[in-house]
């Protein structure tokens, strides 16, 4: 090879590996300073460990086993030239030009396994920590942790080496095949004729490819458990009856296939693999198709219900297990229309946080009343509840981000992106039930910097970690990091947190320069020994890169927490490998759900458990993983794997706890899931005799499913309100209500759901029954298409249901927004309950109008009468209406006591106005 060649294979050895293994060495280092920042190097060197330990054995693997095979075919056939290369020039470098070529194929293969079994890591630390779920399965009686932990293990080998087995036998083939072995049309067809050693290697090659097959066969038998059969998902009556014995004769098959090879190394012909083929072939279709088919077309179809029962059932019980519905407490709700203003006013914490607002309008209204600047944004509202002097209350909450996508494009820089626009700033806060007189919400927390009336104080408003922080930025550098606006001017700050990386050396500004492609940190003169580098900053990514083997909620949400900013995550433990569990419906009442859900329940998920808390500080990132539900298998497995990683429940502060809420995702798999799983009758399941689904409702106009929401009311039998969220359920293709069902979230109280059954003769209002009765209403009908007529654009908001006192009370706002305006204002609630349906403009003059005791007539006063009555009557006619006010005022204050009294007091002065006669 000449001097010039030497070089180019240099540098391209340099460029396709050389680079490639240098930048992938500087990815781990600066990744093991990003671990350490957030304290868990021992959380990326277990994984770490983990990879290279996989990888660097499959490598090791298919290299040595490979490149045996190599070797021992080009020994057998060292005195025979390629014929590949007979006629060509290449022929006097044939040799080497195939055995570079074959080293390149074999490392390249090997590489490719390596990272294929390294990226499949958790198994096998799974497959040596997993925990029992001390519950078997029905078929096999095998815990359920096989299904989750070493079986998941076993198929990794399997794929290892039945790929190993493959790439074995096209390498041989390939080599022999250049050296024209099979030149010859009959050497390939009477293998008496090769050479004992070149037969020898082929046979034994073929013989370990059919066994690893009869692997596949044996361990298909426990993956029947998690498949589709016919009306039953696992193992039903055909599986049972045939697929079972199928599965396991044809690994014996399988194995007399391989004898049968081996057998014809020492015989001439090939008759003993032509009869194990045939039998093979033959065995694989009657055993595996004609058999069953038959199975379930004669002894199942015609009496499928009496076949299938058993297996129904064992499909019912492990669902419900599998999404923890086995534990939903069922109670009776008899609904009652004895409702009244006195039972109102014993239920004032719940009339107090009756939700009047969405969170689709009220973000549109948050961000017309309080972003403030342009580049500030709201990307969702959230509901919570604290505790406001000494009272429970629902309120709605925004982040307010910095939106850097919204700077002027000539303020798009690299130093006002990376070092001055740095974190947004606060959040707002109103309570879920009170409205200004405009139609806007009334605030508990507002403005820059954040002004808080009633609301917890917020110590530290910056928010440097949230849903759009998506950049690294620097902090500690010479140079003041914008804070927020205030008047003409700005205010600046600089970062005094622990967060982020510190770059307090020459090696890390290089290592990050060529990782992150930054080459500002080697000559900009911003960068001094006090600079950290921020990113992963975005709150679900930042979870998901140090737990990458739990499953995150789509809906992270902001607390005050201590007066500090925490965003707090439900993680999930999930499996798609538990038995007879029943896989996530990619759809719900015929739609696609919303594709926030689809990443959590990708990959035919069939078990799901909330067992983990992540909680993210605004400020300095530091993230916290509690785990709350200690009964789950798998969390206990991550937890003996990772022991660092989680906190144990008895360490979480009970300011945290106090904020820990149902999560929705959960809920709506769950609910979603109950709708045929509250079936535990198979033969009923069977016949979908009691099917249910989620309700749908109008919403600006058109009909969408129901979504479960968040009240804060009493449970019937409580002594107490809590937080709970709650979903309402409808017969299928009916629209009247059968149930609802709520997650309780407080306290120990936290993750028990109940669902509360209406009597099946009476008629309970579902949601879109409620909807057509406003549609039919003519004075509400006639006002909502006056406002449409004007040039108004009218918003029909989520229509809550509110159980209280065993009666119901449905709740919906109406909003009005200007054709060319994105500022709804709440102008209307709609109230009914039973038979009545009003609309007011406050939530508390519905009431009023709805359970309003009736004036008795006043007969005309007499002549005499007159004079002396008249001042006295002026006089309470003027304190009526001053406590009308009072009263008025108190309910769009959401001061339901008050309320209560005033509404007391104007009954009592009524009383006495229907007792005295007018002046004239």
């Given amino acids: 090879m000449s001097v010039a060649s030497k070089i180019i294979l240099g540098l391209c050895i340099v460029l396709f590996i050389g680079i490639p293994a240098g930048g992938a060495l500087i990815h781990l280092l600066t990744e093991s300073w990003w671990f350490e920042a957030l304290g ?5 060197w277990t994984t770490l460990t983990w990879q290279g330990i996989l990888g660097l054995i499959t490598f090791t693997l298919y290299v040595t086993v490979l490149g045996v095979h190599y070797g021992l075919a080009h020994r057998l056939t060292r005195d025979r030239p390629y014929q590949f290369f007979a006629y060509s020039e290449l022929q006097p470098y044939s040799q080497s030009l195939v055995r570079s070529i074959s080293l ?47 079986l998941p293990f076993l198929e990794l080998l399997r794929q290892i080496f039945l790929m190993l087995a493959t790439w074995s036998l ?34 034994l090659a073929i013989a370990a490819l059919i066994l690893l097959l009869g692997w596949g066969f044996w361990l298909g038998q426990y993956h029947l458990l998690t498949r589709q059969s016919g009306v039953v998902f696992g193992i039903g009556f055909t599986d049972y009856h045939a697929r079972l014995l199928s599965h396991r004769l044809m690994s014996m098959v399988t194995v007399g296939v391989a004898m049968a090879v081996l057998v014809s190394l020492w015989r001439r012909g090939l008759r003993p693999i032509i009869i194990a083929l045939t039998l093979f072939g033959l065995a694989f279709v009657s055993l595996e198709g004609i058999y069953p088919w038959l199975v379930q077309s004669l002894i199942v179809r015609p009496n499928e219900l009496a076949k299938e029962k058993p297996f129904l059932a064992h499909n019912i019980r492990y669902t419900q297990a599998a999404y923890h519905l086995e534990q939903v407490q069922n109670e009776k709700y008899d609904v009652q229309a004895g409702l009244t203003l006195d039972k109102l006013q014993e239920n004032q914490t719940t009339l107090e946080n009756v939700r009047l607002w969405d969170y689709q309008p009220l973000l549109k209204t948050y961000r017309q009343l309080q972003e403030i600047r342009s580049y500030y944004r709201f990307q969702d509202v959230d509901v919570d509840r604290y505790r406001l002097q000494g009272q429970l209350r629902a309120v709605m909450l925004s982040a307010r981000e910095l939106d850097l996508s919204q700077l002027p494009s000539q303020a798009q820089t690299w130093v006002n992106q990376q070092l001055k626009y740095t974190h947004g700033h606060g ?21 820059i910097p954040p002004q808080s009336r009633l609301a917890p104080q917020v110590e530290n408003p910056d928010i440097y970690y949230g849903e759009l922080t998506q950049s690294p930025i620097f902090t500690g550098t010479t140079t003041d990091e914008f804070d927020y606006p205030q008047g003409s001017g700005n205010v600046f700050n600089r970062y005094d947190g622990l967060g982020g990386v510190p770059l307090d050396s020459l090696g890390r500004r290089l290592a990050y320069a060529l990782d992150l492609s930054h080459l500002q940190l080697l000559i900009s003169d911003y960068f001094n020994s006090q600079t950290r580098i921020h990113y992963d900053r975005q709150v679900r990514q930042r979870v998901q890169h140090i737990a990458p083997f739990l499953r995150y909620d789509s809906d992270p949400y902001l607390a005050i927490i201590d007066g500090k900013l925490n965003w707090i995550i439900d993680a999930y433990t999930t499996s798609d490998r538990y038995p007879y569990a029943e896989p996530i419906n990619p759809q719900i009442n015929g739609n696609d759900r919303p594709a ?5 329940t990708q990959g035919n998920i069939n078990y799901i458990r909330n067992a983990v808390k992540v909680v993210v500080d605004a400020y300095d990132g530091t993230v916290l993983f509690y785990v709350i539900d200690p009964s789950d298998p798998i969390v206990q497995t991550y937890q003996r794997i990772f022991p660092n990683l989680f906190r144990a429940p008895t360490t979480i502060p009970d300011s945290l706890r106090r904020h820990f809420r149902y999560p929705e995702d959960l809920f709506r798999i769950q609910t979603s899931l109950f709708l045929n799983y509250h079936m535990s009758d198979p033969e009923v399941f069977y016949n979908r005799e009691d099917l249910w689904q989620l309700p749908t409702q109008v919403y600006e106009d058109q009909a969408i499913v129901m979504e479960p929401y968040y009240v804060i009311m009493r449970l019937p039998g409580a002594t107490e309100p809590e937080f709970i969220l709650i979903q309402p359920l ?3 293709q009916k ?73 119901l009370l449905y709740v919906e706002p109406i909003y009005l927004r200007a054709e060319q305006a994105e500022l709804p204002q709440l102008k209307r609630v709609i109230v009914a309950y039973d038979q009545s349906i009003v609309m007011a403009e406050t939530f508390a003059e519905a009431l009023t109008q709805i359970f309003g005791e009736e004036k008795t007539a006043t007969p005309p006063p007499s002549e005499d009468s007159v004079s002396s009555a008249s001042p006295l009557f002026d006089q309470l006619a003027q304190q009526a209406l001053e406590t009308h006010q009072q009263a008025d005022a108190a309910a769009r204050a959401g001061q339901w006591s008050r309320f209560g009294q005033l509404q007391q007091r104007l009954r009592d002065i009524l009383q006495r106005l229907n007792q005295s006669p007018p002046s004239r």
């Fill in 40 to 44: 868990y190097s021992s959380v990326y």
């Fill in 104 to 150: 390149l194929i074999i490392g390249f293969v090997a590489l490719v396994a390596a990272n294929n079994s390294s990226s499949a890591w958790t198994r096998a630390p799974e497959f040596l920590q997993g925990q029992s779920f001390h519950q078997t399965d029905p078929i096999f009686n095998r815990d359920l942790g096989f299904y989750l932990f070493q």
């Fill in 170 to 203: 096209v390498l041989i083939f390939s080599i022999y095949s250049l050296k024209g072995i099979f030149t010859e049309a009959n050497r390939l067809f009477e293998p008496s004729s090769l050479e004992r050693g070149i037969k020898i290697h082929l046979g």
């Fill in 427 to 447: 959040l707002v806060m109103s309570p879920v039930n009170q409205v200004s007189t405009e139609g806007l919400p009334e605030f508990y927390i507002q403005n």
């Fill in 596 to 600: 926030s859900l689809h990443r959590l």
């Fill in 730 to 732: 409808t017969p299928n």
């Fill in 735 to 807: 629209d009247n209500m059968i149930a609802w069902m709520a997650a309780r979230t407080d306290g120990e109280q936290y993750g028990k759901i109940i669902l509360f059954n209406f009597p099946k003769q009476s008629l309970v209002f579902g949601p879109r029954q409620i909807e057509a009765r406003i549609d039919q209403d003519p004075t509400i009908s006639q006002q909502l298409t006056l406002w449409s007529q004007s040039g108004s654009k009218v918003i029909r908001g989520n229509l809550i249901i509110f159980p209280i006192e065993r009666s």
